[in-house]
């Protein structure tokens, strides 16, 4: 397996424009976390599902952020509109009940 | 709620040091407990874990012990390299009910040759 696989690695947007994230977790993973890391506030938990339902969203900071998960395969994390504060990198993480966490690699966003 | 507190960073040693990063954690029942580690410009990958009571993770010289009664996973190494050098995190995760993976706030760790 690939492991977790983000995109973009890296996106530069505009204050206002609507920015999607994208997952694709480990084939049979039914976990699926989203973190936010930024250097003031360390790794934050944005929302996590189990079997594509979402569990536990408190972590939204608020209604701008929105995820989804249509299908075992695949989530989106979307800001709408962006912020420069919402400048920070985005993890996606997947695990099962048996198996430890694995993350991918991270997108970077910039809000300018 | 559930929680993880790590202790403060930056932390920096000089190559073959003694490293200790506390952990310390509040959860309902008995969780397991990991350590993470992130290299520059890359995820969090798992460093070690442990399930259960008096438990000792180890990787790459690593250690950590599961302390119930000191709700601890202490993370130590007895000669660390340059190399070791990154961001490392605590972690809990519930054994039953909602699968939530809580961490710490992390700890840079600089080794300087």
């Known amino acids: 397996d690939a492991g977790v696989i983000q995109s973009p690695r890296h996106e530069v947007t505009e204050m206002g424009q609507e920015v999607t994230l994208r997952c694709k977790p480990i084939s049979g993973h039914d976990y699926l976390f989203w973190y936010r890391q930024t250097m003031m506030r360390g790794l934050e938990l944005l929302i996590y599902f189990n079997n594509n339902v979402p569990i536990d969203d408190s972590g939204m900071p608020e209604d701008r952020f929105s995820a989804k998960m249509p299908n075992a395969s695949f989530s989106t994390l979307k800001i709408q509109p962006s912020e420069p504060r919402d400048s920070a990198v985005y993890f996606c993480a997947s695990m099962s009940e048996y198996t430890e966490a694995f993350f991918g690699q991270g997108t970077r966003l910039t809000v300018v | 709620g559930d929680s993880v507190t790590q202790m403060e960073g930056p932390v920096t040693l000089s190559e073959e040091a003694f490293l200790t990063i506390n952990c310390t954690y509040t959860?309902?029942?008995?969780?397991?407990l990991f350590w993470y580690v992130q290299y520059p410009g890359e995820g969090l990958q798992l460093l070690l874990k442990a399930t259960k009571a008096d438990d000792k993770g180890s990787n790459k010289g690593f250690e950590a012990t599961y302390r119930k009664e000191t709700t601890s996973f202490h993370l130590e190494k007895g000669s660390v390299q340059v190399s070791d050098s990154a961001v490392y995190f605590c972690a809990l995760r519930r054994i039953q009910g909602a699968q939530k993976l809580v961490f710490g706030q992390g700890t840079r760790l600089t080794i300087n040759p």
């Open positions: 959860a309902t029942g008995y969780p397991s």
